[in-house]
């Protein structure tokens, strides 16, 4: 007779109650997505970078929420495919208005923005020579080249 195996999904806050009860290491890679632990050879999703609101305990109480993150970055030497298809519809279900995703071996850096349940109605790839700006702060560009070397 073969046995039904059944996945058994964690919430964010079961994962850092394992986390906080010492289940892993401080050094595994480990990301929470949709559910399921995955160890990955990059570090809920953690991106690379985020830039967030500013916050009187500097979050130290607790991880930034959706609504107080105003970009993400994931910056990618071998994982551009799993970043674009998992990782960025994640952050455009969570509402995140912007999110960078950086090939440092292709040398680009793709923009998306206008969130949606569906993921990011827009994005742009910006190539070295080309600068890009956050949306909260779009006078302050970053040379694409400055960013992949």
Known sequence: MAVQLR???LTVEAYHHLIQAGMFDEDDRLELIEGEIILSERSEPQPDLALLRPRADYYAGSHPSPEAILLVVEASETSASYDRDVKMPL???AGIPEAW???LVDKWVEVYREPSPVGYLS???ILPGASVA?????DDALAVSEMVE
């Open 7 to 9: 996945r058994r999904l």
């Open 91 to 93: 952050y455009a279900r």
């Open 101 to 103: 995703l950086v090939s």
């Open 123 to 125: 994005m742009r790839r």
């Open 134 to 138: 956050p949306q909260v702060f779009s």
